[in-house]
């Protein structure tokens, strides 16, 4: 049986260790999207580049080697459990002697940029439908203004490509937020990592997890909610 | 209005275009005259819009040449940018930006391209948004517009490249009946301050009345080519006949 008595008394004793491992759950959780963002703008140029017909043959054999590593890359992110990812990178890096001077903090930042690399992946996509699905002619408008790819990028695309990103970024992260529950795995001290310390210690199996649970649920709801309000006063703007 | 001997501002020589197994256009020559209005007609799939958008490289010609202002567009080293500047294009869609207010619309070409001044480019946008009636919507964005305000816009917009030719694909084509009218005004004042326009159009009213020429695409070529009285009182070429059999 679930006891709300114990679930009382472990969070009387243990509450501070388990708002460390938020903190730590929400900076990491909101770094790598950052990183994740920045890899993803990346990623996203490399797959939209277009090989031109007249293009010096070298710079178009380039092009198509960035291209195929750009979806290589994407395609095998996303086909294999993030679980696997932080296990091949963690241990990859530190047996490899990739290490700093603090083991906490190498465990911190190969973890992050375990997570990081995941998100670009999707992030990536995300850019790309969000640039695709601002209308052609918009493109062809802003040419024919005489602005060249990139003046018509800056000041008509990107624009109305953020505003199609942007809840779908804000997603990602409420997305990420529970998915760094698996870099307890290698040791990271984020929620679920606590939580797991705090069982071991107490000997108490389930209370603790439920902690975590509605601490999870708190933030991710508040969040998700808070994001749908905010796409429904954009989808209602007329700036688009 | 007569163009006969007036210079020519653009040269099409056996312009010719394909896309993938299709070819669309099948060696157009033709030459359009600073100061006149050229309607071009045909039926859908003649390939009229295709050789609109080749003349401004929205379409990469695979043969031929187009010389703009003594430039060859055709030619790699040509800089398209600088010159599409001087050659206003109006869709059937508007693509009006989206995420910029009428005025800044009007603005961002002669601002960012030009490198113009905000105060001037804002009065020449509003001196603009006046010649199309619009110049209380400035602050509006695009889609608190109708079609036909829109379509205003972007031929507002157009105007403030200060281009020597104007382009017009089919813009009346996207517009509830009602608002046709509106923008076929705004073209007929242009065509009568004596703006090179080459307008692809299924208003034969507009061509019979506006255009100094009337120009008729179909199956990749222009079959026949003429003043519009001549043109719509006696054709000579049978598919124009049938052409004009069916819309007229």
Partial sequence: MISAEKIVKIWESYSAFYWKGLTNTLWIAALAVVLGLVLGLLIASGRMMTVKKDENVII?????????????????????????????????ATTAGLKLPDATMTRMMWGLIAVALNSGAYLSEVIRSGIGAVPGGQMEAARCVGMNHWQAMRYVILPQAVRNILPALCNEFVTIIKETSVLSMVGISELMFQAQSVASTTYIFVEPYIIAAIMYFIIVFT???LISVFERRMSRSVTR | MSHANQEVLIQVKDLRKHFKHVEVLKGIDIDIHKGEVVAVIGPSGSGKSTFLRCLNLLEQPTGGRIIFEGSDLTNKNTNINQLRQKMGMVFQSFNLFANMTVLKNLTIGPMKIKGMKQEEAEKLAMQLLGRVGLADRADAYPIQMSGGQQQRVAIARALAMQPDVMLFDEPTSALDPEMVREVLDVMKQLASEHMTMV?????????REVADRVVFIDEGVIQEEGAPEKFFSNPKNQRLKDFLSKVL
């Fill in chain 2, 199 to 207: 307008v692809v159009t299924h208003e034969m009213g507009f061509a």
């Fill in chain 1, 60 to 92: 178009a054999i380039i092009k198509s080697i960035v291209k195929f590593i750009c979806i290589a890359y994407v395609e095998v992110l996303r086909a294999t459990p993030l679980l696997v990812q932080v296990f091949v990178i963690y241990y990859g």
């Fill in chain 1, 223 to 225: 969040l998700s909610k």
